[in-house]
């Protein structure tokens, strides 16, 4: 993907940079993805909706120039539905955390999924609630220290892609912030896909996350996306062995079904005519 693109040109300049995210987050490595896939698709800005969430993540909106809605806790899906519903002519990115987006919103995700309503959703994950004290999230690895953990978390955490394709997602990818080549990929792929389309990114918390489980520094946090990840097509030619504790990348499910808001625009059509 093209990458001497002048991405100041989505940007809001008023607002206070550097980024208020702490050093070595990944969360503006994913936002520099986003803008050159937006920018690789020639969408225009003003043709663009962002909608997010309460959280680190819920900061990405503040800093674009596109048409943006900062909402409440785990309600982003809520109010990008509406919105969707209202202007189906926009794209609409929704931004949320994984504690934002799987635990309280939670109940949004699941049935934004199950109407696959053309929304591209993104979870932050970093394993934890960054922004509100460091608890435990639904993605917190097992055995690994929280504020609301600190003789290590005892639950059993979500697979974000196991969940987005048992409730019915029609696009379903992983990247991470140390391969940001790819995820600039994924998202223009996601961006692009008619229905409900969710992408983790795996991005680095160094501050809280790191800290408490004593994970080195944001450099090293990268490296080990690197050493813990597995891209799909080289996974298929790998043993479970070899597999065991590797976390796969890639795009997981694409296909074409129904889409919500062209169902109900045909429902607005046949009910007008009787």
Not at 7 to 12: A, D, G, I, N, T
């Given at each position: ?8 040109q989505?940007l809001?300049?008023?607002k ?6 702490c050093a070595?987050?990944g969360?503006g ?12 698709l020639k ?11 309460i959280?680190c ?6 800093y674009?120039?596109?048409n ?18 209202a ?13 934002d ?13 199950r ?12 394993n934890?609630?960054g922004?509100?004290?460091?608890q435990?999230?639904?993605t ?9 953990a600190?003789m ?49 990114v795996?991005?680095?918390?160094p501050?809280?996350?790191g ?5 080195g ?9 690197l050493?813990d ?15 065991q504790g590797?976390t ?18 045909k ?8």
């Amino acid at each position: 993907m093209q990458k001497d693109i002048d991405v100041y040109q989505y940007l809001r300049h008023e607002k206070k940079f550097p980024l208020i995210w702490c050093a070595g987050c990944g969360n503006g490595i994913v936002l520099g993805s986003m803008l050159r896939a937006v920018d690789s698709l020639k969408i225009s800005k003003d043709r663009v909706a962002m909608v997010s969430g309460i959280g680190c993540s819920g900061r990405t909106s503040t800093y674009v120039d596109f048409n943006t809605l900062h909402t409440t806790h785990g309600r982003a899906l809520s109010f990008a539905t509406g919105l969707k519903f209202a202007r189906p002519e926009l794209t609409t990115l929704v931004v949320m955390g994984d504690g934002d987006g799987l635990s309280i919103g939670g109940n949004h995700f699941i049935h934004a999924a199950r109407r696959n309503i053309d929304l591209t959703a993104f979870i932050y994950n970093n394993n934890i609630y960054g922004m509100t004290g460091g608890q435990v999230s639904p993605t917190t690895p097992g055995g690994k220290i929280a504020s609301t953990a600190p003789m290590g978390n005892i639950e059993n955490n979500f697979d974000t892609i196991k969940v987005a394709e048992a409730c019915g997602a029609t696009f379903v990818a992983r990247g991470t912030t140390y391969d940001a080549d790819a995820l600039d990929e994924i998202i223009a792929i996601g961006i692009q896909h008619k229905g409900f389309s969710v992408i983790e990114v795996l991005t680095p918390c160094p501050t809280i996350y790191g800290r408490y489980n004593r994970l080195g520094s944001a450099v090293d946090m990268l490296k080990s996306q690197l050493d813990d990840t597995i891209p799909l097509e080289q996974a298929k030619n790998m043993s479970a062995e070899e597999l065991q504790g590797k976390t796969l990348t890639g795009i997981f499910v694409n296909e074409d079904k129904r889409e919500f808001c062209e169902e109900y625009e045909k429902l607005v059509q046949r009910a007008q005519k009787k």
